[in-house]
T-cell receptor, first 111, second 111 residues
Framework: RKEVEQDPGPFNVPEGATVAFNCTYSNSASQSFFWYRQDCRKEPKLLMSVYSSGNEDGRFTAQLNRASQYISLLIRDSKLSDSATYLCVVNMRGAGNQFYFGTGTSLTVIP | NAGVTQTPKFQVLKTGQSMTLQCAQDMNHNSMYWYRQDPGMGLRLIYYSASEGTTDKGEVPNGYNVSRLNKREFSLRLESAAPSQTSVYFC??????????FGPGTRLTVT
């Protein structure tokens, strides 16, 4: 079983739409959570950390549900520039400094 | 401030050839990582170095060696390249429990 699982999509949404991605993780001892964004043929870039209480950054909202072991990313008022692959990243307690990546969810925002 | 730099950007090797991928960071981060990214597999950790002078295996270390030359530099060596090592290789650095910054990647093809 993979440590981190994401629906690969693709998600194709019109501009202005709201879209949400979920990511599940298998290890209940997981400690830190992040969403990264990766554009085609580029390196991943940190989008936002995910805190237990949930957190927002502009149009982006991240939430953590420890009981069900998933994190989510909500994007409101989608822009064409949001088109990318979104990677869920989890750090496991006791795994040194290892981070586990989901395979990514592909989003295309359509004009 | 260049962040994380990697060389080369592209490389084609024949089976059995060796090469070293170079990575350097100028953010004074303690931890550095090497990942490979394959379609449908996400990013997988090859080796990491939690601090200067230490290295540890990640999820897929077979066929690779690493050297943490100093705090800035972390190199990845393929002693005898195999077609299964065709991939995109990313170096990253971080502080504390943040995954941090990625380099632009090296696209390696082994024929």
């Amino acid at each position: 079983r993979k440590e981190v699982e994401q629906d690969p999509g693709p998600f194709n949404v019109p501009e202005g739409a709201t879209v949400a991605f979920n990511c599940t993780y298998s290890n209940s001892a997981s400690q830190s959570f992040f969403w990264y964004r990766q554009d085609c043929r580029k390196e991943p870039k940190l989008l936002m950390s995910v805190y237990s209480s949930g957190n927002e950054d502009g149009r982006f909202t991240a939430q953590l549900n420890r009981a069900s072991q998933y994190i989510s990313l909500l994007i409101r008022d989608s822009k064409l520039s949001d088109s990318a692959t979104y990677l869920c990243v989890v750090n496991m307690r006791g795994a040194g400094n290892q981070f586990y990546f989901g395979t990514g969810t592909s989003l295309t925002v359509i004009p | 401030n260049a962040g994380v730099t990697q060389t080369p950007k592209f490389q084609v090797l024949k089976t059995g050839q060796s090469m070293t991928l170079q990575c350097a960071q100028d953010m004074n981060h303690n931890s550095m990582y090497w990942y490979r990214q394959d379609p449908g597999m996400g990013l997988r950790l090859i080796y990491y170095s939690a601090s200067e002078g230490t290295t540890d295996k990640g999820e897929v270390p077979n066929g690779y060696n690493v050297s943490r030359l100093n705090k800035r530099e972390f190199s990845l060596r393929l002693e005898s390249a195999a077609p299964s090592q065709t991939s995109v290789y990313f170096c990253a650095s971080s502080e504390a429990l943040r995954v941090g910054n990625f380099g632009p990647g090296t696209r390696l093809t082994v024929t």
